[in-house]
């Protein structure tokens, strides 16, 4: 099967909001046993469904691309994981969300500042989320329209609520097993961009906020769990 060619740009921020379908859909096609180029052609026909026919052929489809068919280096394995084991993900928002984390680093970074609003019992205003994100990312306007659209995709996936005029929180949690956290914590260490995360830290990490009683396995196979000294020990990528 022919892969492409990945690209050198970093593609950060996402081009447009995305959708639970849409997602859906890309997931899908890209399980499919069939050379990059018909998935791709695939996607595009079927996302003329779920977005307009200039987003499918564009935006919506570079943006899904990135998480599903086509994901950066360092997620490769992780998403591949997750095309060979649905059963592990009944509830796709999870799955989705997930997967958006790992290859989009700049939505893994919105969701550490509402979880940890959320930890607080707070909610967070637009204007102030993207104050805090424009901080680390760069006050640019592709950071500044990239906040709403990284809100707006979880909001469709209820992960949070809220967005424009109205302060955001999170939704009712999603509760998941434990093969499918310990592929979270992967998630979490991706958007960060790090090879390690301490156990106890990774099952209190902001960035999963929206899942319930957090229980990782041993059974997930791209992490294991190293011990650093007597009572530290941490989970590191394979």
Partial sequence: MTEPRQSSTPGRVPDCPLN????????????????FS????????????????????????????????????????????????????????????GAVMAT??????ILAVIGRHVALGETVAIPDLRRRVEGQWGATSTVREGVGKAVTTLRRLDIVQGGGRIPVTGSAPLTCGPVAATWLIHAVMLTRRVQSIDVNDATDAPELFWVE?????????????HAEGPKRRVWVSV
């Avoid at 639970?20 to 050379?35: T, V």
């Avoid at 950066?72 to 989705?96: K, T, V």
């Avoid at 009683?213 to 769990?225: F, G, K, M, Q």
């Fill in 104 to 109: 989009y680093p700049f939505v893994g970074g």
């Fill in 20 to 35: 639970l379908p849409g997602l859906d859909a890309s997931y899908r096609i890209a399980g499919m046993n069939l050379d």
């Fill in 213 to 225: 009683n957090l229980a990782a396995s041993s059974d997930y196979p791209l992490l294991e769990i």
């Fill in 38 to 97: 018909e998935r791709s052609g695939l996607l595009t026909v079927a996302l003329r469904d779920h977005f307009s026919e200039r987003e499918a052929k564009n935006k919506a489809k570079k943006t899904l691309s990135r998480v599903w068919l086509n994901p950066p280096p360092a997620a490769q394995q992780m998403i591949s994981w997750a095309l060979d084991n649905p059963q592990e993900f009944p509830d796709h928002r999870l799955l989705h969300t």
